[in-house]
């Protein structure tokens, strides 16, 4: 069973800058996608970024131009490098892997179906 653990959340001003990471259990080399994903009480969880076995990123809208979604294959590492945060940024992150193309849906923010999620961390932007 395959654990991911994310950390690097925390309370920020709007303007600041958060990294956050999600350390996994497993050899992530060879990973078809990798993802970070965020979650508002009361909404459903929305995907932010994501990054293939080939390091092809994907952000969804408001993620482009502000956050990097990369891996360190050697450490087995996923990080969000988030800058120019605002309030709506807030929320639970949440990191998620997919090791194997399973015949659904391209890795991609769009993506939801993963096979390991982490427990999240938190993530609060002041004004």
């Known amino acids: 069973q395959v654990q991911l653990v994310e950390s690097g959340g925390g309370s920020v001003q709007a303007g600041g800058s958060l990294r956050l990471s999600c350390s996994v259990s497993?050899?992530?080399?060879?990973?078809?996608?990798m993802g970070w994903y965020r979650q508002i009480p009361g909404k459903a969880r929305e995907g932010i970024a994501t990054?293939?076995?080939?390091?092809?990123?994907s952000y969804r809208g408001p993620a482009k131009g502000r956050f990097t979604v990369s891996k360190d294959n050697a450490k087995n590492i996923l990080y969000l490098d988030m800058n120019d945060l605002t309030p709506s940024d807030s929320g639970t992150y949440y990191c998620?892997?997919?090791?194997?193309?399973?015949?659904?849906?391209?890795?991609?923010?769009?993506?939801?179906?993963?096979?390991?999620w982490g427990k999240g961390t938190l993530v609060t932007i002041s004004s």
């Open positions: 998620a892997a997919l090791p194997e193309f399973d015949g659904g849906a391209w890795c991609g923010p769009g993506r939801y179906t993963m096979d390991y």
């Open positions: 497993g050899d992530i080399s060879n990973y078809y996608c």
């Open positions: 990054i293939d076995k080939g390091d092809a990123r």
